[in-house]
């Protein structure tokens, strides 16, 4: 045993090792398996060989075959090696930095390609960011950029998880689960990006649903209640819709009135599954079905039978006619200032290839205050792109 103030050398740890436990050589394992003598033969053959190939004399390439070192030799020679390649990556790092610092020029602080790489973890960069992640698909010649409902959801996040936001959108107001997600934008966001799957967009019954020639309602057949006429406001029919968006109606009729654009009436609100039948087949019979379609929306496919759209017409001297309302001072109002009662341009110009319907500026549909203002503000001009939706100029049968 080594003295404890004496250094081990790799021989003494070697020859101890050795001592201790002596390593048979592969003639001696043969003998021991019961190999044959020809056997034995051909083994040295091989020894032979072996040794020929490498310049060596049989007896040396026998003697280096079977004699095998201890594995915390090849472990320390692991870390010797290990270590002067770290070394050597070194020098070759800081040589780059020399040499970038010598290009940058004495005012400018040295650039560390390392840091570059990896980002700068002491100013709360994340890594993750600053290399860009390779493309999963070997088809892919490089990653893609996300696109905006990837992005829209990466910042929403499932608003769905929230207890608070499930509680009220299963007992609360439209209002109050706008609330709950955080405010319009948060909601919205959440829509748009797919990370609010417990919202459907195709229930009726809800401000946010979204009807249109791929979108029919849930149920087909729905009936809105309570429903109520605007109070104040002219009418040329029955003029019924939801309760709700007929005080708002009332509202901005008295605003418009107020502020000097003119009388605002009503032209048609609320209309049934059945009598939304009869009106599309009156369109089909005048205008044929391909000109129908881009007029009446076949019957579970109207924003009539939600309760949430009205027509409105000029009525300054008498009410015209909806086709009459566009570029009235009334029609100019609506489209500015809509949004400050909840309501919507539904089918503005030259988007029908989104909507599926031509221009309809008498065509008005409620989305509720929050919604609106946001749907304004972001310079939104359908309800598809606002909430994330794909086109829908053509029925899917």
Known sequence: MVHPTEPETRRS???????????????????????????????????????????????????????????????????????????????????????????????????????????????????????????????????????????????????????????????????????????AEPFRAAIAGGAAPCIDLHTAGRTWVVVNKLNALDPIDYWPEPQARAEGVERTSGGHMRADVAAALSQLAAAAQAEGAGTIGVNSGFRSYDFQVSTYRNYVGQLGQSSADLTSARPGHSEHQTGLAVDVVACDGGCGAIEEFGGTAQSDWVAANAHRFGFIIRYPDGFTETTGYEYEPWHLRYIGPDLAALYAEGGYRTLEDFFGMPPAPTYAD
């Open 13 to 183: 740890r070697r020859e101890r090792s050795a001592e201790a436990r002596p390593l048979p050589s592969r003639r001696e394992l043969r003998e021991r398996a019961g190999a044959s003598g020809s056997a034995a033969s051909g083994a040295g053959g091989e020894v032979a060989s072996a040794s020929s190939a490498e310049g060596r004399s049989p007896d040396a390439a026998a003697l280096s075959a079977s004699v095998r070192l201890p594995a915390s030799v090849y472990v320390r020679r692991r870390a010797v090696a290990a270590t002067a390649a770290l070394a050597l990556v070194g020098l070759v790092v800081a040589g780059t930095a020399g040499f970038t610092s010598a290009l940058s020029g004495p005012d400018e602080a040295p650039v560390d390609p390392v840091a570059a790489l990896v980002g700068d973890a002491a100013a709360g960069a994340p890594n993750a960011s600053s290399i860009p992640a390779p493309a999963q698909s070997g088809d892919a010649a490089a990653a893609q950029p996300a696109d905006d409902a990837t992005t829209d959801a990466a910042a929403a996040g499932d608003i769905c998880g929230d207890p608070g936001f499930q509680q009220a959108l299963a007992s609360g107001s439209d209002a109050d689960v706008i609330a709950a997600a955080g405010g």
